[in-house]
């Protein structure tokens, strides 16, 4: 069955920008109740299947007759013509971007990496490392201060160096080639940094083979020689994933939890009396802003139906998280921050067989940022108007520039 709405090419090129920080587009929510599965224009040309529908969304997300792979003929690519995807298809995938027994078989290794048993051995190191910058932070006479490079940058920064063997150093380097990369700026730039990122992980892999140390990549090295399947390539890309995905989406939840927490005071108290509450409140403000609305895209492989609309094999299909994770069939009244709410069936780290690796790290650095934070700095308040924040409108990850703050 073909739903008629759907089946008719939306007059919105999509994705759009957020226009207000703490709500999706109006688009989105008129998409999400008239026509759940859109067909729609993208931005970038061309055009792909629009779910907006928590439901839905998940059946696609979990569903393998629908490719992450990014070679695939039509698979929606945002802002690339087609001499940068060319360029794109002739480089090895990266983790997010197999399917089936590749993907599983080059997620299994670093699978252990990632439990709630090992990460909890790594809290006090990121206790200490989120001390270190506050104590900075109250030692500066100046006022207002940038929390993103305060704070909100500087502290997954460190801790994804000290979990790779990358020198800290290099810092500056990886970070300001991962805020090109996921810009929406020049096609040339965004490949450049790409190629610089690929590059330098490909070095430290080299570098980790023969002088090995106590960090996830040696760890994976020694286990490749134990078993004989020495894979130099597969281990640059796993590498790359986490470095440039391990700092910048915690980055950008940070200081969007920080504006969110402290636009909501009511909400922030809660957690102030009980900090026993933050884990309900990081998966709440997860859910409320859900930084990477479109990441979530995929091609269909072969003829299939969901939710009752009929796609065609190489049809593109882009998973709206954000409009998904403000559904009301999923979550009750979701424009209201609820740090009580509790709710863990959000698709900000997706779902399926792709759902984020690195999702418990994430879950512990943003609980001991937010509860360090308004402890040690009770009075801290925002230095603008949120809506007047530098809003990451022109980025495929959400989030904020510069956020001043004083106390």
């Known amino acids: 069955m073909t739903n008629s709405v759907a089946a008719e090419l939306t007059d919105l090129e999509l994705p759009v920008e957020r226009g207000c920080p703490f709500t999706p587009p109006a688009a989105y929510e008129r998409l999400r109740e008239q026509a759940p599965i859109s067909r729609i224009r993208m931005t970038s040309g061309g055009e792909a299947w629009w779910v907006s529908r ?37 480089q090895p995938p990266v983790l997010i971007g197999m399917d089936g027994a590749e993907h599983s078989a080059a997620r299994r290794p670093a699978i252990s990496e990632f439990t709630v048993k090992r990460l909890a051995g790594l809290r006090p190191r990121i206790q200490a ?5 506050i104590d900075d932070l109250l030692a500066t006479d100046r006022r207002p201060v940038d929390l993103v490079q305060a704070l909100s940058l500087p502290v997954p920064s460190l801790v994804i160096c000290e979990l790779l063997g990358v020198p800290y150093a290099d810092h500056d380097f990886f970070q300001s080639r991962t805020s090109m990369m996921v810009s929406r700026t020049s096609q040339e730039d965004r490949w450049r940094a790409f190629a610089d990122v690929r590059a330098y992980v490909d070095g430290l892999v080299t570098r980790k083979e023969s002088e090995p140390g106590d960090d996830l990549l040696s760890r994976q090295i020694a286990r490749q020689r134990q078993t004989g399947a020495l894979d130099h390539t597969g281990l640059v890309s796993l590498a790359f994933l986490l470095l440039t995905a391990g700092h910048e989406t915690t980055a950008n939840m940070i200081s ?29 403000l997860l859910r409320y802003f859900t930084i990477a609305d479109t ?40 424009a209201e921050l609820d740090v009580e709410r509790g709710d863990r069936h959000h698709l900000a780290f997706g779902y399926g067989p792709h759902q984020c690796l690195g999702q418990n790290l994430a879950r512990m650095e943003l609980q001991i ?33 510069e956020l001043p703050v004083t106390w």
């Open 54 to 90: 928590h439901e839905e969304a998940r059946a696609v997300l979990a569903d393998p007759r629908f490719s992450s792979d990014r070679r695939h003929d039509g698979y929606p690519l945002f802002n690339l013509d087609a001499a940068t995807l060319q360029q794109l298809r002739t």
């Open 256 to 284: 969007l939890g920080v504006v969110g927490l402290l636009s909501h005071p009511e909400q922030l108290a809660l957690i102030k009396a009980d900090p026993g509450r933050t884990p309900m409140a990081v998966e709440e």
């Open 295 to 334: 990441i979530t895209a995929r091609v269909a492989t072969e003829d299939v139906e969901i939710g009752g609309v009929s796609m065609k094999a190489g049809d593109g299909v882009v998973v709206s998280a954000l409009s998904a994770d403000w559904d009301p069939a999923a979550f009750e009244n979701p």
């Open 129 to 133: 490392i989120v001390d270190h910058f």
């Open 369 to 401: 940022v937010f509860d360090t934070l308004f402890r040690r700095i009770p009075t801290l308040r925002l230095a603008a108007p949120a809506e007047d924040l530098p809003y990451k409108d022109d980025a495929v990850v959400y989030g904020v520039h």
